[in-house]
Structure formats: C-alpha cells, structure tokens
C-alpha cells in the first residue's frame, strides 16, 4: 500500500489478524514478549487457521498440538495431506511467525481448537526453522501481491507459553483449564464486522467511477438530431447506477453500525460480560455475507455500465472486483455465515419468541410477530396499504417479511422433524429457507439502519437527498424481492406496479444530484486509480496517455514480430 493505498499487501494479515489476535487472546506476559516486536515488525506473523482439507468446518482441523510435559513443550504437527496449512496470507515468504490453529491434545484428551504462536522463520536469515516446509500456494485469481501460503508442521516443538492463554489454559503438569467460555476462542467477529465497511468503500469507489464517466461519456442519440446525451441521462444507465449509489450510503452507515457495536461489546466481553457475543457473532455474520454479496455484484454493474473502457485495467473497476471478491469466501463463506445467524441466532430467538420470551437488539421484532400470531388476524387478511413514500412504514414491511421468513425456516424444520428426519437431516433440508431468512433480516437491518441515520441529519437539503436515496434502496429491494413480499401477503400486484412506477420517478429525481453525490464520497484520484473515474473528467486524453505507458508500447515493433511472425511468413 506503500505504492497504492487499498491494494492488497503481504503485511494484511500481520495488521488485520495477527495484531488483532494477539490483542483479544493473549496474557498480559504474551503481549510483552509478542505484541511489541510485532508492532515494530520484527516480528511478522499471518493467521493459520484453514488447512488444505478444511476451511468452514473448525472441528475438523486435523493440525494437532500435543503438550509434552516432559519439556514443558507443545509438539505442533500436521499428520495428513489435507491437515497441510492453505491460504494464510502472508506466509508464503513474508511472515516469520504464524498463530496456529491447531487441536490441543493433552494428558491423552482432545480439547478442541486453539491457538498457537509459532516460530517459523530465522528472525535474521529468514531460513525456514527445522521442521517447518512453508511457501507460496502458486497464482490465484488476484492478490497477484499477497504470498498467500501454505505451512506443512514436522513435529515442530514450541514452549508451553506459547499457547494464547488469556481464556484457556494448560498447566504444567498438563492439566487443561476450560475458557470463560468456548466460543471466545473462535474469534473472526473483528474482520467480519470490519469487512461491512470494506464493502461501502468498494461499492462507493465502484459507483463514484462508473457514474463519473457516465458523466462525460456521449453516446447514440436520444432525440434525432440533437448532439449525443450523457449515458447518465439514459434511464437504463440510472436503473442500474442509482441503486448502487444508495447501497454505498447505505452500507457506510451500516459500516459504522457494526464498527461502533463490535467495539461496544468486545468492551463487554474484555469486561467479563460475554451476553452479547451471539447478537455480534450473527450480525457479523450475517452482514459480512449479506453486503459482500450486494457489493460483489454491484461492482460488476458499474463495470459493466462502463462498456469497454471498463474492461480496462485503466478503469480500475478489474482490480476492484478482483481484490473484492475473496470477501465472500474468506473470513467464513457467506453461505456458512448466513446459515450461522439463521440457525445460531434466528432460529432460536423464533422459538423464544413463540413461547412469550421478550427478545432485544436486532431480533426484537420476532417478539412482536410471535404477539401479532397470537392475536385474531383482520378478515381482509390482504395486504396493509403500501406508501412508497413513508420510509417508516416500508421499514416495517422489511420487519415483516423477515419476520414471515424466520417463521417459514422455523416451520420448515418443524416439518422436516415431523416427517421422521433427524435434526441434522431436518435442518439440511431446511437451509434455503434459512439463507433466505438470514437474507431477509440483514436487509430490515439495513434498511433500519438507513432510516435511523437520517434522524441525525440536520441539515434539510441533505436530509432530502439521503431520504431520496433511502426510498430508493427500500423500494428497489422491494422490487428485486418482490416474490418474498408477495408471499407474504405484504404486497399485491397493483402495489408492485406502484413500486415499479415510483422507482423511476426516484431515478429522475436524483439525476441532477448523482455527481456530487459520488463527489461526497471524497475519494481522491490516487485513492480510485482510475482514468475513467478522475475527478476532473478529462478521461479521453489520460486514456491515450495510460495506454502510451503500457509496456508493450516500449517499442515500435515488438520483438514477437522477428521471433514468431517473420519465421511463420517465410514457412507459409
Ligand atoms: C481493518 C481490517 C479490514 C480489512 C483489511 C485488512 C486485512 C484483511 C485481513 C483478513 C482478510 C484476509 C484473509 C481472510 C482470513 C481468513 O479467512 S481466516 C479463516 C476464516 N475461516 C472461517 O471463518 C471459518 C468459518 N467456520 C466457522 O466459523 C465455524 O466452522 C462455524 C461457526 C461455521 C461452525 O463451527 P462449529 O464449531 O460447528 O460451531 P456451531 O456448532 O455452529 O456453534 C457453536 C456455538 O458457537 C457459536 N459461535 C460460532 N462461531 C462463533 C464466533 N466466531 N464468535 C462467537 N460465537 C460463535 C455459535 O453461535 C454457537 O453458539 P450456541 O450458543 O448456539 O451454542
Ligand atoms: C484470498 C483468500 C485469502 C485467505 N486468507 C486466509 C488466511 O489468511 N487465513 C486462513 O486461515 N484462511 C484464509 N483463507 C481461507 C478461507 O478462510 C477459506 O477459503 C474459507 O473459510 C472457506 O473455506 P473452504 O475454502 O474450505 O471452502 P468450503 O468450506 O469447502 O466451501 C466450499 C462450498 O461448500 C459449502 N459449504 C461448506 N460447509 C457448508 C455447510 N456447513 N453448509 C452448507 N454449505 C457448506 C460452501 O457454502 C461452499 O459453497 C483465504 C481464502 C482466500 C480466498
């Protein structure tokens, strides 16, 4: 990042995860001997969590940690192929230590995952240690800057100290002292509240570029005759520019939503009160997954709203994707992290709901639903009427419709179980649903969220643009889930019709503001790196001037032409 800030780096992983991790697990003593030299960066140390065989299933990490208290020492070794450590940044040739998943074996029991700093390096030659085979797991489809590595263990001997001891503890005689509680050492909440900021800022680059250029770019005819319009004036180029713009707002204030609640409770847990790690495990969870999904597919929108001069690298909408991409696989595959929050958190509050149970934060709505099922529902029983001006009552639509989806997930296990299936089988069978639900419940959230946010503003004219914004995610998101609505009986065809209608009317009426609304964003021209995205619009001539700098341009006529083309001419 020395050379471009937001670019992926080797030392990721030290910043993001290594630091981190030491901060939230290790004593007081380990801090001393680690956190220092690691702040300094004579130590560098990556995160070696996923092994070649396993990535989500923790429990079925195969590294093993075996305490020999004969020498007071851990023996860290990876006993199979699959158990070979895969993916950890930075250790391919960067990092000279690792923290080291591993299961913890002692006094002949396993006592599940923890974590482990080992030495894998020389501090001064930078020589693999004994025991230790590390290197770089080859090309991948970007992070061309990141060693992403793997790490194979040979019975590779480490103090007992070693071990991160601030919730569990082996004593010397090898006796194992269980955590305050197990789910402290699962960590990962940090990045993954971390990493819905990381999808605003994507998503805010993305459109700032592709509605920049479509800004200055002309092309076709709109009416004949006359000179050939701004794209932006396009309804099309609206449709599909505009929701983004609203979903970086949206997700920036979701961003600082889960920053301030992970700082919020991660000071209760450092306090001894760990009540509120479920509520911040599922909504990390859940949000990391739900806006790196949103964002993921909004950056290919912008780039693709850019016709071929988004296809160029000059563009950097390429790099953005592919530096962005990872997010729905790393820090826990968005799948596997919608399916935590639904069956961990949602799942379980519908059933406390159901039998009375006043439920707080995110899922106190399930409370009202349980209350709404227990009173005589109207004979109507069609949908309430929809204003597609009121972002208050839209909100509770999205309550609504989460509230139907956590009770149809619920419903389906109940159904599977009835069937004769076991727990296991019934919730396999019932996980769409689930992802659906936990979809749902991070889109009231964030729709909630938004609307949360504009009673802050003061200021009128923002206050009226942010509100246009915000009806335009809600109703678009309405729109694009307009089957889930339907389903629910929260909405007919005549008001979807409305929604449709109403969509474009937002579009015209944030035409005149989308520029200065990307320009609020204050990204500046080094930040964006793109030719297409400057600030200026001089886009033509700085195209010209990029494509002038290419290395292939060095020369007139490429050596290719007497090395394959002469030959090839004189065979022919
Ligand atoms: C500023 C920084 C921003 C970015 C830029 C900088 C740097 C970038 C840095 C990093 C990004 C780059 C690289 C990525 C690094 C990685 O990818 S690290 C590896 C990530 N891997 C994962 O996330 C693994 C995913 N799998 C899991 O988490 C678990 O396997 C599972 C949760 C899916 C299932 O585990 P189980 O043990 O089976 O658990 P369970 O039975 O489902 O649940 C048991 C109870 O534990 C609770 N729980 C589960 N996870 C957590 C957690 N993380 N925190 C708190 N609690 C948790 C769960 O809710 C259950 O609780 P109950 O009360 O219901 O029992
Ligand atoms: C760029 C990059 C950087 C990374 N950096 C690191 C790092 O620094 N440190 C580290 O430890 N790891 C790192 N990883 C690894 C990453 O954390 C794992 O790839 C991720 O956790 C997913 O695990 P997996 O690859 O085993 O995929 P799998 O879990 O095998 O997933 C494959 C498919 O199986 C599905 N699946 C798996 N389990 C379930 C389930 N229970 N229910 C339903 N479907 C399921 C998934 O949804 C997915 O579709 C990195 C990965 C990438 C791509």
Partial sequence: SCVHPDRPEPLDLHLGMFLPTLLNQATPEQMERFFTPAWNLRIIGTYAQTEMGHGTHLR??????TFDPSTQEFVLHSPTISSIKWWPGGLGKTSNHAIVLAQLHTQGRCHGLHAFIVPIRDMDTHVPLPGVVVGDIGPKFGFSEVDNGFLKLEHVRIPLDNMLMKFAKVEPDGTYVKPPSAKLTYGMVFIRSMIVGQSALALAKSCTIAIRYSAVRHQSELRPGEPEPQILNYQTQQHKLFPVLAAAYAFTFVGQYMKDTYRRISGDIHAGDYSQLPELHAL??????????????????????????????????????????????????????????????????????????????????????AAQRLRPRPVSGGAAPLSTQDLLSLVHLYQRRAASLVELAAKSIQQELQRGRSQEEAWNHSSIDLVRASDAHCHFVVVKLFVDKLEQVDDAAVKAVLSTLALLYALKGLADNSGDFLQAGLLTVPQATRVSARIKELLEELRPDAVALVDAFDLNDRKLNSVLGRYDGNVYEHLYEWARQSPLNATEVHESFHKYLKPLRSRL
């Avoid at 909408?317 to 961990?344: H, K």
Wanted: with cysteine.
């Fill in 60 to 65: 079925g990490l195969e590294t093993t940690a």
């Fill in 284 to 369: 990390s969870a859940g949000l990391k997954a739900f806006t790196t999904w949103a964002a993921n597919a909004a950056i290919e929108v912008c780039r693709m709203s850019c016709g071929g001069h988004g296809y160029s690298r000059s563009s950097a909408l390429p790099d953005i994707y592919v530096e962005f991409t990872p997010t729905c696989t790393y820090e826990g595959e968005n799948t596997v992290m919608m399916l935590q929050t639904a069956s961990r958190y949602l799942v379980k509050s519908y059933r406390q709901a159901s039998v009375g149970q006043r439920l707080q934060g995110s899922v106190s709505y399930l409370s009202e639903a």
